[in-house]
């Protein structure tokens, strides 16, 4: 017999699951004598003394070949691939020996009460004790016996194609890298060392493998040393470890990977439905925004809040969060019935016990929305209802008008009749210099709710910001379904910028312009510096673990009408001062349209959309807001505008 067929009987990994369960028993009954003889030996000097007690052993033999097995059975010892054996197993192994010891040593009790045999206090315990030993002992050692099989850290046959790979991360993860790496010569990569930043690991070897340095050495060992390799075994990484990461190893032609799934990664077939998930705060490129917790709560404990647009993922979030400040009722208001009915789940999981109530309703219906302000009586209202695709509105004009701008003026009348104390505004960064229909209605909007503030003195107000990572039909749904597909992402432009910020930065503004505004003011957020979407592109594919040009190709299309290759958050030559919010700051607004001149302006608009006079409505516009410049499509350019 071969020494490897050796190990794998006594291992038990090939033999059949009823063989290897006779085995272990078999060699439990026989560890259970040695552990009783065992016990008197270690008691008692052999003599007269031991000869008159080992007398009485059989009963304690007998007692524990009847009790022990089925114990262990019980435990799951026999159930049990002890190649893989943990502490997790070790504690198993110590339970299920306490209990059988513990019973048995209650039977022997009895029979020497009734006077049946003699036996010294000590001999269960020690017999305890031993039997540890033994039946962890026999379990772990098929654990080595395992791995001495699996070959340890040799170089395979195939020496010559051998990588040498750099772990990032001298985590659970990493270990579980080199681990795998170790027992698996096949895959051809050799671990040479481990970057940490804990210093408690520097210079320590984890199997054999030295933490050779933190983070802030990888290029330095890029470039010293043969590395084929970098795998970063950090699944919790944020996206600016990731991203460092990455740029080294590109920069030095080095292939990287992140740990999506072991035998994936280490195989190198990951497939792209097996990506890593990303945390879309990873997409960032600056730290995300903070909020200031305790205004937040004096504006909406206790009071009566009603969400628009509560279906979407702007008025979703924004329902979570309010939710936490335990108003006295919630009203879920959303056009969408399906939507409606998922948010209202969502809230009822997470908020059982708060009041809310859930409205299917069209802001564009005025005697609708009377009879919502007349039943519930809202003190606060936060407007997240609006139809926000930009390529969609250039093609139904007469929509985007009714929706974003009749739509909230109709709110806003309600909210004055009904004395609504403070109305929030959701706008966009699209609505400065508009190009499209999209943002120039929402800047009629603005126009709407800042003339309601100033006429009226109440606290409403507009919160504007750039896209939205992550929220429905944004670019990074769409991004990671065209990669899931293999690719290739497409973009319009490669110089195209974007401010981006995260649903709940977006939410967390919006909260905090309630907390602070005092009417009339339009509020932006500190955003940093606009994105290039094709860095965000990049970054979305080596953050799921694949590489640009390489596993996913990006391709370039062309500027679609109403798309603009940068935004803008405040008009040329407007103040903006700060709050009490670092990054928040409020604009020094002046309405272009207000009053008498404003409501005309609507009217009008209003009766040419509902007349399909499209290209007067387009001319309208660039007429009334500041710097727009809306071009009216061409019948061959609507599909294109969709596409």
């Excluded at 305890?128 to 850290?153: H, M, P, T, Y």
């Excluded at 590395?227 to 919790?236: C, D, F, K, L, S």
């Excluded at 302006?601 to 309208?620: D, F, H, K, M, Y």
């Amino acid at each position: 017999m071969k020494k490897t067929d050796l190990v794998d009987l006594i291992s038990l990994r090939r033999v059949n699951p009823f063989l290897r369960k006779q085995f272990l028993v078999l060699a439990d009954l026989l560890m259970i004598v040695v552990s009783v003889i065992g016990a008197y030996l270690l008691r008692f000097d052999l003599g007269s003394t031991f000869a008159f007690y080992v007398s009485y052993a059989p009963w304690m033999i007998v007692a524990s070949l009847l009790i022990k097995p089925v114990v262990y059975y019980l435990f799951g010892l026999y159930r049990r691939v002890w190649v893989y054996a943990s502490t997790r197993e070790m504690k198993v192994i110590v339970a299920a020996v306490t209990t059988a010891s513990g019973i048995v040593a209650l039977v022997m009790m009895a029979l020497v009460s009734r006077g049946y045999l003699y036996l010294p206090r000590l001999i269960p315990a020690i017999d305890w004790l031993i039997s540890i030993i033994l039946v962890g002992g026999s379990r772990f050692s098929l654990r080595l016996l395992g791995e001495n099989r699996s070959g340890g850290a040799h170089i395979p046959a195939t020496a010559g194609t051998v990588k040498q790979v750099l772990i990032v991360g001298a985590g659970d993860a990493g270990v579980m890298v080199l681990r795998e790496l170790q027992k698996t010569p096949q895959l051809n990569r050799l671990p040479v060392g481990f970057l940490d930043d804990d210093k408690n690991k520097q210079n320590q070897e984890i199997h054999g493998v030295r933490v050779v340095g933190a983070l802030t050495d990888l290029e330095r060992i890029l470039q010293s040393q043969p590395i084929g390799e970098v795998i970063i075994a950090i699944p919790t990484a944020p996206g600016r470890v990731v991203r460092m990461v990455a740029d080294i190893c590109r920069v030095g032609g080095v292939p990287f990977r992140t740990m999506p799934g072991i035998y994936e990664l280490l195989g190198g077939k990951v497939s792209v439905s097996r990506l890593r998930e990303v945390d879309i705060t990873d997409l960032l490129r600056r730290q995300p925004v903070r909020i200031n917790d305790e205004v937040i709560g004096a504006s909406l404990g206790g009071r009566v809040v009603l969400v628009t647009g509560a279906g979407g993922s702007i008025g979703r979030e924004l329902c979570r969060q309010i939710a936490r400040w335990e108003p006295s009722q919630l009203i879920l208001l959303g056009h969408g019935e399906n939507s409606i009915f998922e948010a209202m789940l969502d809230m009822e999981e997470e908020f059982p016990s708060l009041c809310k109530k859930a409205v299917i309703a069209d802001v564009r219906d005025l005697p609708r929305l009377q009879n919502i302000f007349d039943t519930y009586h809202p003190q606060v209202v936060f407007h997240a209802a609006a139809h926000k695709h930009v390529s969609l509105m250039e093609k139904n004009v007469a929509d985007a008008i009714s929706n974003n701008v009749l739509g909230t003026r109709n709110l806003v009348t309600m909210a004055e009749t009904h004395g609504v104390e403070l109305l929030v505004m959701i706008s966009t960064d699209k609505a400065i210099r508009p190009a499209n229909v999209y943002g120039a209605t929402k800047r009629l909007a603005e126009m709407i709710v800042l003339d309601a503030a100033h006429r009226t003195g109440r606290d409403f107000c507009v919160v504007r910001f750039g896209n939205v990572l992550g929220s429905r039909g944004s670019v990074v749904p769409l991004f990671k379904r065209q990669i899931a597909m293999g690719g290739p992402i497409t973009i319009n432009h490669p110089d195209m910028e974007r401010y981006f910020m995260t649903i709940p930065e977006a939410v967390y503004l919006v909260l905090q312009a309630a907390s602070i505004g005092r009417g009339g003011e339009t509020f932006v957020l500190n955003m940093g510096q606009q994105v290039r979407i094709v860095d965000l592109a990049e970054d979305l594919i080596r953050l799921s673990g694949l590489e640009p040009g390489r596993d996913i190709d990006i391709v370039f299309t062309s500027i679609r009408p109403g798309d603009k290759l940068k935004e803008d958050l405040w008009d040329a030559g407007q103040t903006f001062l700060p709050t009490q919010h670092p990054d928040v700051y409020r604009l020094v607004h002046q309405n272009s349209l207000s009053g008498a001149n404003l409501e005309n302006a609507i009217n009008e608009l209003v009766q040419l959309s509902r007349a399909n006079e499209t290209p007067v409505v387009v001319t309208r516009l660039n007429e009334l807001i500041p710097g727009a410049n809306i071009s009216k499509l061409e019948p061959s350019e609507l599909i294109a505008a969709i596409s």
